[in-house]
């Protein structure tokens, strides 16, 4: 691999640490505040709202400027987030401004990694971006935990700065202001990152020229009888897995008593048993047998509905790595198999944004179905419950599309299996 490479992946783990310790401090900013219960939970699809809203631009924007260069307007973006927060602004919009940083920074980090190596290491790139995604949410979110937690705010709320008064008084406050620093990092590691030669494509005149392709881009996907189920399935999953965080919050707190420091583990819990259930995946699974995983999407929801009837920590823990597991195991060939359609269809990049903007808008509305229950006055217990079924229900209906597809166009879906498996091997 090449030198930049090494600094791309260090850009991008302080970056995704961050975003997740953030997570946590948003969300004890907003319980000491006296916020509605709602307002936590919205948290997410706030995050994911930018996502949404620009995915036909913020692919173009990537490739207008040299990649590095995106990548530390994207961190800049997410600072100002964090001194929002810090300055009493709403801190869910002030969230939502972090989403935007977020959004911008995605396609940035995937199309740097085509410009910079050659198409034989880009499986073993991408496999360093999801591991090291995976371990920045596992310590990203401890790190959040264990700040705002008793003992270390109050070792950062007693350091006492000679003629300046900070005005950090809680340690929610704190740990974002730290957490600034960490963004700064990630920035400073972007202005190491090289150029990779590639001349910046500027940005079409008619914004809307970009409105259309990416709309006929979506219609290509859902209209292909494997990419429309493989695309269904990872929306499905990743709109389950992005509100999952604040779920086994609340969970915790309802039925362990936990705090959001104590609380804060299981959800790397969860992350540890996706990273079990894709490295087993990856090992078993092949592209042409994907949609054979469907029923686990099934269980997933079934599993978070048995959330409920737990209240010990020593069940939990085996219980929040199955589910994890059984998510890790149904994502990896669906995501494969989605990124093969979609490559034969558009090409990578279309595809990627295509795929962004699906899964983040499932987030936004899953996210805000389940704020608004919590904001109905419904419990944390009723909230996971209707949660749950509606996942399993909805994995239901695409697994019996999947199977309509199979009795009514055989051939097609015959002739495109042929296709994954001869790129299989």
């Known amino acids: 691999m090449k030198r930049g490479f090494y600094t791309i992946m260090t850009a991008q783990f302080f970056s995704s640490l961050a975003d997740n310790a953030l997570f946590v401090a948003a969300i004890e900013l907003l319980r000491t505040s006296g916020a509605p219960k709602w307002q936590p939970a919205a948290l997410v699809p706030m995050f994911a709202l930018f996502y949404v809203v620009l995915a036909p631009f913020v ?19 997410k600072v100002v987030g964090c001194l929002l927060m810090l300055v009493g602004f709403n801190p869910l919009l002030s969230f939502a401004v972090v989403g935007l ?23 073993k790139a991408n496999g360093w971006i999801e591991g090291l995604t995976i371990a920045s949410i596992i310590l990203g979110v401890l790190l959040g935990g264990q700040l705002v937690g008793p003992w270390m705010s109050g070792y950062l709320l007693a350091v006492d ?3 300046l008064d900070t005005g950090l008084d809680t340690p929610a406050e704190v740990a ?29 005149r008619q914004l809307r020229t970009l409105i259309a392709d990416f709309n006929q881009c979506n219609r290509a996907l859902w209209n292909d009888r494997l990419g429309q189920i493989s695309l269904a399935t990872t929306t499905l999953f990743w709109g389950v897995s992005g509100n999952l965080r604040y779920i086994v919050l609340a969970w915790a707190a309802a039925a362990l008593g936990y705090s959001t420091t104590q609380a804060s583990s299981l959800v790397g819990v969860v992350a540890l048993g996706t990273a079990v259930g894709a490295v087993l995946a990856s090992l078993k699974m092949r592209l042409d047998r994907a949609t054979s995983v469907m029923p686990l999407g099934i269980a ?11 209240d010990d920590v020593w069940v939990a823990t085996p219980f929040l790595i199955m589910l994890g597991a059984l998510g890790g195991f149904l994502v990896v060939p669906m995501n494969a198999l989605l990124q093969h359609r979609g490559h034969n ?9 295509v795929q962004n903007f699906n899964e983040q808008a499932c987030i936004l509305v899953l996210g805000f179905m389940y704020s608004a229950g919590t904001g109905m006055g419904l419990s944390a217990f009723a909230a996971i419950t209707a949660f749950g079924l509606l996942v399993a229900s909805v994995m239901w209906v695409i697994q019996r599309w999947h199977r309509h597809n199979e009795r009514h166009h055989p051939h097609e879906l015959e002739r495109l299996l042929a296709i994954a498996r001869h790129d299989d091997h």
Do not use: H
Not at 59 to 77: E, T
Not at 101 to 118: D, F, H, Q, V, W
Not at 300 to 310: E, K, P, S
């Open 161 to 163: 700065i000679p003629l």
């Open 300 to 310: 997933m929801g079934l599993l978070v509905v048995l959330m409920i009837f737990i």
């Open 101 to 123: 940083g977020a959004a911008a920074y995605s396609p940035a980090k995937y199309g740097i990694l085509t410009e910079l190596l050659p198409p034989s290491q880009l499986v």
């Open 345 to 353: 269809l558009m090409g990578a990049g279309r595809s990627i944004a």
């Open 59 to 77: 692919g173009a924007f990537a490739d207008a400027r040299p990649k590095g260069q995106v990548m530390f307007i994207s961190n800049a973006i």
């Open 176 to 204: 974002i202001a730290l957490l600034v620093l960490v963004y700064a990092l990630a920035a400073w590691f972007n202005t190491r990152i090289p150029l990779t030669g590639v001349t910046p494509r500027p940005l079409p």
